[in-house]
């Protein structure tokens, strides 16, 4: 990793160069350690990007620290609403633990998209349930939601006691299809994610968040509330 002190000038620099509207950090989960030094010395300029689920992020003063520095939004890489699911993906977060960071984040107004996978090789439809269960729990913490469909990476331990097939005749992709070892296979999965998931009251206020064309690069734009940003510019 670059030293906080190297990414810290590299910032300074770019900032200074093109006067941002907002700052977009591109690490797929920026440090505790940029956080804390972000927190405690601002950049001057609203910024948002993804981070890793710690009890740094359940900490209300930590937050509201993160949101005077310009952060306003998080994209944090939840997965699953079921415990041994997470414990499986040797993911290494509690769902205690995001519980706290959800609701100390919504206390600090820093909004969250949240990411879930569904399909992957030891999640039932039971699992997918809790998912959904944590999601209904948690509607009031959530800004916004990313629902994917697990593939197999070619390369994944996993794939070698699974029976796997190629996609299609001469595919060079990097995943590959696979026979899910509880029957819950991508149609099923769909079929939860239409029927059940996604109309569920609470999980369709998230998604009528996401007007047309959405990704999660515009999120953070939507969380301006008219008034002046720590860089004294107004709405986007």
């Excluded at 359940?58 to 620290?65: E, V």
């Excluded at 331990?157 to 001469?170: R, V």
């Excluded at 769909?190 to 047309?212: C, G, N, S, T, W």
Aim: include cysteine; proline fraction near 6%.
């Amino acid at each position: 990793p670059i030293p906080v002190k190297r990414v810290r000038e590299d910032l300074s620099s770019l900032i200074r160069e093109t006067d941002p509207v907002m700052l977009h950090m591109l690490d797929n989960a920026v440090s505790p350690s940029l956080l804390k030094d972000i927190a405690d010395k601002p950049l001057g300029v609203p910024w948002y990007g993804f981070a890793r689920i710690g009890r740094d992020l359940t900490d209300i003063d930590f937050c509201r620290a993160l949101r005077s520095s310009g952060c306003r939004t998080l994209k944090l890489g939840v997965e699953s609403g079921d415990q041994d699911v997470l414990d499986s993906m040797e993911k290494g977060i509690e769902l205690g633990v995001v519980s706290q960071a959800l609701k100390a984040l919504r206390k600090a107004e820093i909004s969250t998209y949240v990411y879930l996978l569904f399909g992957t090789p030891s999640e039932s439809l039971t699992s997918a349930r809790r998912t959904l269960d944590f999601v209904v729990r948690h509607r009031n913490e959530i800004g916004f939601l990313n629902l994917a469909i697990f593939n197999m990476p070619v390369c994944a331990p996993e794939a070698l006691s699974l029976e796997t097939n190629h996609f299609y005749d001469g595919d060079l992709s990097l995943y590959t299809a696979f026979s899910h070892p509880l029957g819950w296979d991508r149609k099923k999965v769909r079929q939860f994610l239409d029927d059940e998931f996604k109309k569920h009251p609470a999980v369709a206020a998230i998604l009528r968040r996401e007007p047309p064309l959405f990704t999660s690069n515009h999120a953070p734009f939507f969380t301006f509330s008219g008034k002046a940003s720590v860089t004294g510019r107004g709405s986007p």
